[in-house]
């Protein structure tokens, strides 16, 4: 599924998440991956500075995904697009 995409530098800032080949709408392109911790193991991390706060990913009450690089990039990527989709019904 990899090959679907890659992260690269993007022209506007940081990096971003870019298709490799026109995707069927409905297509699975990823599953995340990343390590399962406990929230007291995330909050070690965020203090170390390890993690951000805003990095891992809530699975349950006090268990927490932190996401792989390209997971943490998937996902951030799909929140600004739910977002802007929100935003733009809303004003229709």
Avoid: W
């Avoid at 991390?45 to 009450?61: A, F, H, I, T, W």
Wanted: with cysteine; aromatic share 6%; charged share 30%.
């Amino acid at each position: 599924m990899k090959d679907l995409f890659e992260i690269i530098k993007s022209k506007i800032a940081g990096n971003g998440v870019f298709a490799c080949e026109k995707i069927k709408n409905g297509r699975t392109i990823f599953l995340l991956s990343g390590e399962f911790c406990t929230i007291e193991e995330m909050i070690k991390r965020c203090n170390e500075g390890v993690e951000e706060p805003s990095d891992p990913l809530g699975v349950e009450e006090e268990e927490y995904l932190d996401l792989d690089e390209v997971s943490e990039h998937l996902i951030t990527r799909a929140i600004q697009i739910l977002l802007l989709e929100a935003k733009t019904s809303l004003l229709l």
